[in-house]
């Protein structure tokens, strides 16, 4: 099982990173660390070719890096309901694509897989700048790249992710 994690955005790149899984690549980078096994892609929805190009990134993680799961972060709506109305169509294209490449999807709370990846000490970080920094620093730590903002919190998606399988079978 090989779980993709998305940051939706929609003012800027939505990104996406998952860890290989699959045999032919564990077996070519055995002698190798798992920092080499990341990988990462970004989709603007602000573009036209947006759906093509996420049908694209999605199809190669699940035919050459073994994907077969989507977490997704669920929204926050915050001030302006704008905001949240778009959010909420771009998951859905997102959910829509992963569907029609045959990837199971789920909607994570920003929460939940704070509270599992960023926490310290059982105390998780409140404000957007900890929880940046914290995501920051955890994705650092696990893939040994250092990415922005979005992309650790994609990092931190596919971790939660892979580490909770049991979420997968609540819908069975």
């Keep these: 099982m090989t779980c993709i994690g998305i940051d939706?955005?929609?003012?800027?790149?939505?990104?996406?990173?998952?860890?290989?899984?699959?045999?032919?690549?564990?077996?070519?980078?055995?002698?190798f660390d798992r920092h080499s096994?990341?990988?990462?892609?970004?989709?603007?929805?602000?573009?036209?070719?947006?759906?093509?190009?996420l049908g694209q990134i999605l199809s190669?993680?699940?035919?050459y890096?073994?994907?077969?799961?989507?977490?997704l972060e669920d929204g926050f709506i915050?001030?302006?309901?704008?905001?949240g109305m778009r959010?909420?169509?771009?998951?859905?294209?997102?959910?829509t694509v992963a569907t029609m490449q045959g990837l199971e999807c789920r909607l994570?709370?920003?929460?939940?897989?704070?509270?599992?990846?960023?926490?310290?000490?059982g105390v998780r970080?409140?404000?957007?700048?900890?929880?940046?920094?914290a995501a920051i620093l955890r994705a650092k730590h696990v893939t040994g790249m250092d990415l922005g903002e979005d992309m650790a919190c994609a990092v931190c998606l596919a971790e939660w992710g892979n580490a909770h399988p049991e979420v997968w079978d609540d819908e069975k």
């Design 8 to 31: 939706p955005a929609y003012a800027k790149p939505v990104t996406l990173a998952w860890l290989e899984s699959g045999k032919r690549h564990r077996d070519a980078l055995a002698k």
């Design 37 to 53: 096994r990341w990988h990462r892609a970004e989709a603007n929805p602000a573009n036209g070719n947006f759906t093509t190009l």
């Design 60 to 63: 190669e993680a699940k035919e």
């Design 65 to 71: 890096h073994g994907a077969t799961r989507v977490c």
């Design 78 to 83: 915050g001030v302006n309901p704008k905001v």
């Design 87 to 95: 959010l909420a169509e771009i998951r859905g294209v997102i959910k």
């Design 108 to 121: 994570v709370a920003p929460a939940t897989w704070q509270a599992a990846c960023l926490s310290l000490g």
């Design 125 to 133: 970080p409140q404000r957007h700048r900890e929880i940046a920094l």
